[in-house]
């Protein structure tokens, strides 16, 4: 079956980085778009980034553009979102998802896959 494992999470300082991974198992990798997105509770599940299944499109939620970097290794099944200059604000726990590739993956909604998630907290 689909598996995605998100790690990297944890607990840092305003202006610190942190690298997230996403590993996929029981999928064609290539045949898929992939997304990060975030989740405070009780909120709705929002964007962060998407990218295409070859990595030469990548998609940013407004808030994040500048700071962070999707990127995807096809060879190792594999997705990353470096976040850099974190805030306070980037305070979630961070999902990742894959969706058919034909999609741009900016809505969650379009997603089938998911993983369960990593925190990410930012102290100020």
């Known amino acids: 079956q689909v598996q995605l494992v998100e790690s990297g999470g944890g607990l840092v300082q305003a202006g610190d980085s942190l690298r997230l991974s996403c590993a996929a198992s029981?999928?064609?990798?290539?045949?898929?778009?992939m997304g990060w997105f975030r989740q405070a509770p009780r909120k709705e599940r929002e964007f962060v980034a998407a990218?295409?299944?070859?990595?030469?499109?990548?998609y940013y939620a407004d808030v994040v553009k500048g700071r962070f970097t999707i990127s995807r290794d096809n060879a190792k099944n594999t997705m990353y979102l470096q976040m850099n200059s974190l805030k306070p604000d980037d305070t979630f726990v961070y999902y990742c998802?894959?969706?058919?590739?034909?999609?741009?993956?900016?809505?969650?909604?379009?997603?089938?896959?998911w993983g369960q998630g990593t925190q990410v907290t930012v102290s100020s």
């Open positions: 990218i295409s299944w070859s990595g030469d499109r990548t």
């Open positions: 998802a894959a969706t058919s590739r034909s999609r741009r993956g900016l809505d969650y909604l379009e997603y089938a896959y």
């Open positions: 029981g999928l064609t990798f290539t045949m898929y778009t």
